[in-house]
Nanobody, 119 residues
Framework: QVQLVESGGGLVQPGGSLRLSCAAS????????MGWYRQAPGKERELVAQ???????NIADSVKGRFTISRDNAKNTVYLQMNSLKFEETAVYYC?????????????WGQGTQVTVSS
């Protein structure tokens, strides 16, 4: 059974920082690309950052320079360090595990963690 469990969300003031964690189980973590997505009320889910199995990162332009994604394969965990948070980044943040093999896609999602940016 695959499980992705996010943690680290909460209430933060504008300009503040949070570090999200996602612990994976039930998959061979090291061979999956791992990503963070977010969904604000009334908006579509969007990619925030992704890190491949080889460690290459893809960061959304809107958060580039402020957010960092990293992974620890020994701990089966992916992190999202978020700095200089803005009001509009209030959303539910979801962890994703993604793999494509021979044209077949595997996608797993966590339950999400709420991030609220408010003064």
């Amino acid at each position: 059974q695959v499980q992705l469990v996010e943690s680290g969300g909460g209430l933060v003031q504008p300009g503040g920082s949070l570090r999200l964690s996602c612990a994976a189980s039930g998959i061979m973590f090291s061979i999956y690309a791992m990503g963070w997505y977010r969904q604000a009320p009334g908006k579509e889910r969007e990619l925030v950052a992704q890190i491949t199995s080889g460690g290459t990162t893809n960061i959304a332009d809107s958060v580039k320079g402020r957010f960092t994604i990293s992974r620890d394969n020994a701990k089966n965990t992916v992190y999202l360090q978020m700095n200089s948070l803005k009001f509009e980044e209030t959303a539910v943040y979801y962890c994703n595990a993604h793999r494509v093999v021979a044209g077949l896609t595997s996608d797993y999602w966590g339950q999400g963690t709420q991030v609220t940016v408010s003064s």
